[in-house]
């Protein structure tokens, strides 16, 4: 059922919407520097689920930008592909889609249980509810479409198939990987027990979620920014060290982090825990550092040995797909779901019939290229 805010109880999620729009209401954002976006709540189900709602914004960070997450994201990875011709031909398409997309208004959507992170934690949330959220959503939105990012069908088959039968329609998106708990086969892999010995002898101070002090998050940013920003895409969120602190206070992340010997922290690991489900949205190491050292690798191992401890399953989310894929994960393709029934026809028919080629050419190009 849906609900009021104001007539149930405080929910985590509400903490996350005041505090995220009090510090993103400045200029610069003081939370994700990249992100300008709408924030507002729903209750479904009796859980308060944040929302964002965007117009054009085509300079948005992806976690609130489809045309980010489909365009710009896509023609930053085309160097990850090998083949010239495959790379020039693919940088056409991407242009011709670009130019349709925002015909389309792609990035004029109410993006649902959107906690800005690069992956989401979707609750399964039953039929009768899918329908009223959708109604209610798409009557008060009428020039916005719906939108419900990090889907996938080892964990979210049921809602996939709920929102198809409502009219909803799923998008490719990225390849993830999954450590799930049948069998916990991936514990007992060589690569996971190699790094579990790493952990146990590795020389730097093991920091635990409630040993963080005011100062350490901004090496925390640093460290997140070295490998996420500077190594990969400036178009992934860029987090202030006073939104990590806000989300350790509030105890929306565990932080769980590495110091050296003079006290500096030169690796840490966010975890957020939803619904039954792990995910690990803020990671971030010394680059500068040698490789010889296993940053990542400690962190991995620590995020691993919580998973395995708490028999929870784990979305470690895209990229490194070789090395996750060593340690047994998993590769799913993750979906967009988008509703857009309410819509003018023109607007209908670009993003149906974009949502029809990547159905059809995207999840194989996906899983080639580990994407």
């Given at each position: 059922?849906?609900?009021?805010?104001?007539?149930?109880?405080?929910?985590?999620?509400?903490?996350?919407?005041?505090?995220?729009?009090?510090?993103?209401?400045?200029?610069?954002?003081?939370?994700?520097?990249?992100?300008?976006?709408?924030?507002?709540?729903?209750?479904?189900?009796?859980?308060?689920?944040?929302?964002?709602?965007?117009?054009?914004?085509?300079?948005?960070?992806?976690?609130?930008?489809?045309?980010?997450?489909?365009?710009?994201?896509?023609?930053?990875?085309?160097?990850?592909?090998?083949?010239?011709?495959?790379?020039?031909?693919?940088?056409?398409?991407?242009?011709?889609?670009?130019?349709?997309?925002?015909?389309?208004?792609?990035?004029?959507?109410?993006?649902?249980?959107?906690?800005?992170?690069?992956?989401?934690?979707?609750?399964?949330?039953?039929?009768?509810?899918?329908?009223?959220?959708?109604?209610?959503?798409?009557?008060?939105?009428?020039?916005?479409?719906?939108s419900i990012r990090s889907l996938n069908q080892e964990?979210?088959?049921?809602?996939?198939?709920?929102?198809?039968?409502?009219?909803?329609?799923?998008?490719?998106?990225?390849?993830?990987?999954?450590?799930?708990?049948?069998?916990?086969?991936?514990?007992?892999?060589?690569?996971?027990?190699?790094?579990?010995?790493?952990?146990?002898?590795?020389?730097?101070?093991?920091?635990?979620?409630?040993?963080?002090?005011?100062?350490?998050?901004?090496?925390?940013?640093?460290?997140?920014?070295?490998?996420?920003?500077?190594?990969?895409?400036?178009?992934?969120?860029?987090?202030?060290?006073?939104?990590?602190?806000?989300?350790?206070?509030?105890?929306?992340?565990?932080?769980?982090?590495?110091?050296?010997?003079?006290?500096?922290?030169?690796?840490?690991?966010?975890?957020?825990?939803?619904?039954?489900?792990?995910?690990?949205?803020?990671?971030?190491?010394?680059?500068?550092?040698?490789?010889?050292?296993?940053?990542?690798?400690?962190?991995?191992?620590?995020?691993?040995?919580?998973?395995?401890?708490?028999?929870?399953?784990?979305?470690?989310?895209?990229?490194?797909?070789?090395?996750?894929?060593?340690?047994?994960?998993?590769?799913?393709?993750?979906?967009?779901?988008?509703?857009?029934?309410?819509?003018?026809?023109?607007?209908?028919?670009?993003?149906?019939?974009?949502?029809?080629?990547?159905?059809?050419?995207?999840?194989?190009?996906?899983?080639?290229?580990?994407?």
């Amino acid at each position: 059922m849906l609900h009021s805010t104001a007539d149930i109880k405080w929910f985590p999620a509400q903490d996350f919407v005041m505090g995220l729009s009090a510090m993103q209401g400045s200029q610069p954002p003081k939370a994700i520097r990249n992100v300008q976006t709408e924030l507002d709540s729903l209750c479904i189900e009796d859980q308060i689920i944040p929302l964002t709602r965007n117009r054009h914004e085509y300079n948005n960070s992806y976690v609130c930008s489809p045309y980010t997450a489909y365009i710009r994201y896509a023609r930053d990875e085309l160097g990850l592909i090998d083949n010239r011709t495959s790379r020039f031909g693919l940088n056409i398409l991407i242009t011709v889609a670009s130019g349709l997309l925002r015909l389309g208004q792609i990035n004029q959507t109410l993006s649902i249980n959107n906690w800005l992170f690069s992956t989401n934690i979707v609750p399964n949330w039953q039929a009768e509810s899918v329908r009223q959220f959708t109604q209610q959503l798409a009557s008060k939105n009428p020039t916005h479409s719906l939108s419900i990012r990090s889907l996938n069908q080892e964990t979210d088959a049921e809602l996939m198939q709920t929102l198809l039968s409502k009219g909803w329609q799923l998008m490719p998106a990225r390849q993830v990987y999954l450590f799930l708990q049948t069998g916990q086969a991936w514990w007992k892999k060589n690569n996971v027990q190699n790094d579990q010995r790493l952990l146990r002898k590795t020389p730097f101070i093991q920091i635990k979620p409630s040993e963080h002090k005011s100062a350490d998050f901004k090496s925390i940013e640093r460290c997140f920014n070295q490998l996420f920003i500077e190594k990969h895409s400036e178009l992934n969120p860029q987090f202030s060290a006073e939104y990590f602190e806000f989300l350790h206070n509030h105890k929306l992340v565990e932080f769980f982090s590495f110091r050296t010997a003079e006290g500096r922290i030169i690796a840490s690991i966010g975890l957020f825990t939803q619904h039954g489900l792990m995910t690990a949205p803020i990671l971030g190491y010394d680059t500068d550092l040698p490789q010889q050292l296993g940053l990542y690798r400690l962190l991995i191992a620590v995020l691993l040995k919580e998973c395995h401890e708490r028999q929870l399953p784990l979305n470690l989310s895209s990229g490194a797909g070789g090395f996750k894929r060593q340690r047994g994960g998993k590769p799913v393709i993750e979906y967009t779901a988008l509703y857009t029934q309410h819509l003018p026809w023109l607007t209908r028919f670009i993003l149906k019939g974009f949502s029809k080629l990547l159905n059809k050419f995207a999840s194989d190009f996906l899983q080639k290229h580990q994407l």
